[in-house]
């Protein structure tokens, strides 16, 4: 199952692009209203620069392009996607299994909680990457289940109190809101399901 890294890269970069402005409201609620434009410019980055990430082979392509999200993006996101992206590119062969990318993610997330000194339940983008790596560890995942998954996992982090990120200085505040890194992830990992079930 080598994904096919073009059309990957091309569906993530315009669902982020067009979310900008509704991640940037919900970042307006809890955060510094920069997520979607900071997102925007990254990915609007990786695509100036697909020509040199598709020259490489999956796992350097997906190291290169978290690299550029790290420079481009700014702020704790750059840091914490582009460790996504670069673990992902670590864990997975040139050409993986969908059990290979279940490894990688969980793999990721881990990572991700190490950067981001975050866990579970904190309303970060962990807490909808976290149960979607756990459900397609599970082997009964589907692209259905698992995009039904990440959108319950970013609406359920509404009722969240923030414990890390920007938000937490919020308190109680940041408590009926979004998570604007959750949304984003969810809005990846929905465009990656298209991709690879060939509706995107």
């Known amino acids: 199952m080598a994904p096919p890294l073009q059309a990957l890269i091309d569906t993530v970069a315009a669902r982020i692009i067009a979310a900008s402005e509704d991640l940037t409201t919900l970042d307006s609620a809890i ?35 978290g690299m550029t999200l790290v420079m481009k993006v700014g702020g704790a996101s750059g840091p914490l996607y582009g460790t996504l992206f670069m673990t992902l590119g670590k864990e997975l062969p040139a050409e993986p299994t969908l059990d290979d990318l279940a490894r990688a993610l969980s793999a990721a997330v881990e990572a991700l909680k190490a950067r981001g000194k975050a866990d579970f339940n904190n309303k970060t983008m962990l807490d909808v990457l976290g149960p979607v790596a756990v459900h397609l560890s599970s082997g009964q995942a589907t692209f259905a289940s698992v995009r039904a998954l990440a959108a319950e996992s970013a609406q359920a982090t509404v009722p969240m109190k923030a414990i890390r990120g920007r938000a937490s200085f919020l308190g109680e505040r940041s408590i009926g809101h979004m998570d604007p890194g959750s949304r984003s992830s969810q809005i990846i990992i929905e465009s990656v399901c298209e991709v690879l079930e060939g509706t995107a």
């Open 31 to 65: 955060g510094d209203a920069d997520h979607g434009l900071n997102m925007k410019r990254g990915f609007e980055a990786v695509l100036a620069d697909k020509a040199n990430i598709l020259a490489k082979p999956l796992p350097e392509a997906l190291k290169a392009l």
